[in-house]
């Protein structure tokens, strides 16, 4: 399979556990506050980090 | 969101409190509406895009008389008047009320401009219930203000969807309906966190892992300096773009520059197709080489290789399957291969005779028929290659000529403005050219700082690498390591992530877009969505795209086809199993609410756009007159209708105005003479 034909889900299934538990807390962190827009979700994300990797 | 319900107070037309019922479900998902010219169709379209953005669209006039006249009529000076709309819908197994109200306390007959609140509550699926503290931005996550162009129009101007000035904003409010602009909004974050961390191991990494993460640092510094200088340069070549548009429009206005500039769009417009075309012809020319090419080089080894097998059938040397040496093998033995003595005069002994006088001669018969054969069917295809290539040849050079000629075209035009003896157009076209020069010059650096954020992320990325193999000892910058490693990977996949959706989006939409249009028009007209998001239309003459000018009615129906292939992009998308592991029954459903809806098509447009809106449409709200909406277009609607209303208009006009509306048999008021001008919204359905 070549770079250009992976989907998304090939995308998700090449990460390991963390990876994809940061991934989807990220994505998560940003969609609750979209409405948002002067939020900058930095520190979220990095505390995110720090619970995965404590 | 799918929509509950509107109540209306002293809202324009509709005085006192009126409430509709919007509720629908996928097999009935239409709400029908009628009015007369002038009932308040337009308004109640308004009616939602003033609840949940607090503005009109341009064609509404008077904007500041938000309270129905007959009201602040009979309101004295000096007592207030409230105004509010109220719309109730679902989103995300969310319940939400939305309510926008103005107080207008009145001074003279004339309203003042009202200063609306908004208020929004929440309510989720176990009962609780919240006043959102940022109601406007939250609305327009739901459905930001640009993306509901797609679901509340007017059918008349909708084709302002596909005029070129909308591309752009088109473009980016769709990304938050197609799931986008979280990923977006994490990629500009990521960073954020990246430095951050790198602050760790900066500190405590040790020499060797704290010198590289000090390099990798300074390339991020360098990357994010040619992101921002890239951004700039694209938003001065757009603000170029504009201002030559600016300047083309005024000699398009100039009585003396027009016919030239009109001339000039039209050659510059048939360049950019020549050119296609002409490139398109290059390409068939190389894929026809590249795949049949070889056949060129077969003359000679074709005829040598006829001679050669024709010396061979002569001397009948050519492989056989059954060899007469073989048949006589088996006669001197005696014994056939099946095991019976082949004894000189017997049955078996002729019948295996008989094998020696065909053996060799008829295998070496069909063999060379099959040879022979092939050999002038490689003949023929060399004829036909030749005949592919020279038609390819041809195009080419007629598309050439006609490269050629446009430009010279184009100089003599350009020459015949430059050189005008108005001095305003002269001056004006100077400006053209000037724009035109720094464009370029910006296209070119723009080009530079792509080539030089790509070449710094392969630094980047290989400096990670060198990172990650290090060596380092102390424990906290083992773990910033990691912690670096774990949001390095998670900014790639993202990365990957934001493109293959958007490449996905692209060509899905523009799929979905083919299909619905064809289902609408007779025409073989072949609607695109571009790479730069520019819906286009063209045809297939002779294997060569051509666009196609587009009428009012095609616009209206590209536009039609346009949102019902977001509508139901926007749902499958949302549906589909992706990072965000989403799960809401709803999701990505949009209402499309539409005033006027077939505007000026034909009756079989009107059929079949009704049609394919009915099926693709979630939820579909339309608000017709009596001469668009009883035709075809209520036969098709009927079935899949939940909920049917009449807008009553109530009139101060004088002479015999009332009249009825027949819906299924029953006559309902339509118009009818009244003591003040209002609407009333009557439920039948």
């Known amino acids: 399979m070549t770079e250009r034909t992976r989907t998304e889900k090939d995308v998700i299934g090449a990460l390991s556990d963390e990876e994809r538990a940061l991934l989807k807390r990220v994505l998560e962190i940003e969609r609750a506050k979209l409405h948002l827009s002067a939020y900058d979700g930095t520190d979220d994300i990095l505390a995110a980090v720090k619970g995965i990797i404590p | ?685």
Not at chain 2, 96 to 101: A, I, M, S
Not at chain 2, 466 to 472: G, L, N, Q, Y
Request: charged share 30%; net charge negative; hydrophobic share 35%.
């Open chain 2, 1 to 685: 969101m799918k929509l509950q319900s509107i109540t209306l107070e002293n809202f324009r037309q509709f005085a006192g409190r009126q409430s509709f019922g919007l509720d629908s479900d996928n097999t009935r998902p239409v709400t029908l509406i009628f009015g007369a010219n002038g009932s308040g169709k337009t308004t109640l379209l308004n009616a939602f895009t003033w609840a949940l953005y607090g503005g009109f669209s341009d064609d509404v006039e008077q904007q500041d008389r938000l309270v129905t006249d007959a009201i602040w009529r009979s309101t004295p000076i000096g007592q207030s008047v409230d105004v509010s709309v109220e719309v109730k819908f679902s989103h995300d197994d969310r319940s939400y009320r939305l309510l926008r109200t103005a107080t207008l306390r009145k001074e003279s007959d004339h309203q003042q401009r009202a200063i609306p609140v908004v208020q929004l509550w929440a309510t989720t699926p176990d009962g609780a219930s919240e006043e959102i503290n940022a109601p406007q931005e939250m609305i327009n996550t739901i459905l930001p203000q640009g993306v509901s162009r797609f679901f509340f129009f007017n059918g008349e101007r909708i084709e302002n969807l596909v005029k070129k000035e909308a591309y752009a904003e088109v473009q980016k409010d769709i990304k938050v309906l197609l799931d986008l602009e979280q990923v977006e909004r994490a990629l500009t974050h990521l960073p954020k966190v990246d430095r951050k961390l790198s602050a760790d191991l900066r500190k405590n990494g040790g020499e060797r892992a704290g010198q590289i993460q000090e390099e990798i640092d300074e390339l991020n510094d360098r990357q994010e300096d040619a992101k921002k200088r890239r951004s700039v340069l694209e938003s001065e070549v757009a603000s170029l773009n504009a201002e030559r548009e600016r300047v083309l429009e005024l000699l398009r206005e100039n009585a003396d520059a027009a016919p030239i500039q009109q001339r000039r769009d039209q050659v510059e417009q048939e360049l950019v197709e020549a050119q296609r075309a002409y490139e398109s012809a290059v390409t068939d020319r190389a894929t026809l080489i590249a795949t049949r090419g070889f056949l060129a080089f077969t003359d000679v080894l074709a005829s040598d290789t006829k001679e050669m097998a024709e010396d061979l059938y002569r001397r009948g040397a050519l492989p056989a399957p059954l060899k007469r040496e073989f048949v006589d093998d088996l006669l001197e033995k005696k014994v056939c291969i099946c095991g019976t003595e082949l004894t000189e005069g017997s049955d078996s002994w002729r019948h295996v005779q008989n094998w020696r006088h065909q053996a060799g001669l008829q295998a070496v018969e069909t063999a060379w028929q099959k040879l022979a054969g092939n050999v002038d069917e490689l003949e023929s295809t060399r004829a036909s290659l030749r005949s592919d290539l020279s038609g390819i040849a041809k195009r080419i050079g007629d598309e050439h000529d006609r490269v050629d000629r446009l430009i010279a075209e184009k100089s003599e035009l350009d020459g015949k403005l430059r050189g005008s003896r108005r001095e305003d157009v002269q001056s004006l076209e100077g400006k053209h050219m000037e724009l035109l020069d720094m464009i370029r010059a910006k296209e070119q650096q723009v080009g530079s700082a792509k080539g030089e954020i790509e070449r710094l992320a392969k630094d980047i990325e290989a400096k990670t690498r060198e990172r990650s193999k290090a060596e380092v000892t102390d424990e906290l910058a083992l773990k910033a390591r990691a912690r670096l490693d774990l949001v390095q990977s998670v900014k790639k996949a993202l990365t990957e992530i934001l493109e293959i959706r958007a490449t996905d989006m692209r060509n899905r939409l523009d799929k979905e877009l083919k299909e619905v249009f064809a289902t609408i028009t007779h025409q073989s007209h072949v609607p695109t969505l571009t790479e730069k998001f520019e819906l286009t239309l063209h045809k297939l003459v002779n294997g060569v795209e051509l666009p196609v000018p587009k009428s009012t009615g095609e616009n209206q129906i590209l536009s039609l086809s346009f949102v019902a292939a977001v509508s139901k992009l926007a749902r499958e998308i949302r549906t589909e199993r992706r990072a965000e592991e989403q799960t809401s029954v709803d999701a990505g459903t949009y209402p499309i609410v539409m005033d006027a809806a077939f505007g000026s098509l034909d009756e079989d447009y009107q059929e079949a756009v009704a049609r394919a809106l009915a099926k693709m449409a979630p939820q579909l709200v339309v608000l017709v007159s009596k001469s668009q909406g009883m035709g075809k277009v209520i036969t098709e609607l009927m079935p899949y209708v939940s909920n049917l209303g009449v807008l009553e208009t109530h009139t101060t006009a004088q002479g015999e105005v009332a009249d009825d509306i027949e819906i299924n048999g029953t006559a309902y008021p339509y118009i009818r003479s009244s003591d003040t001008d209002r609407t009333e919204l009557k439920v039948i359905l």
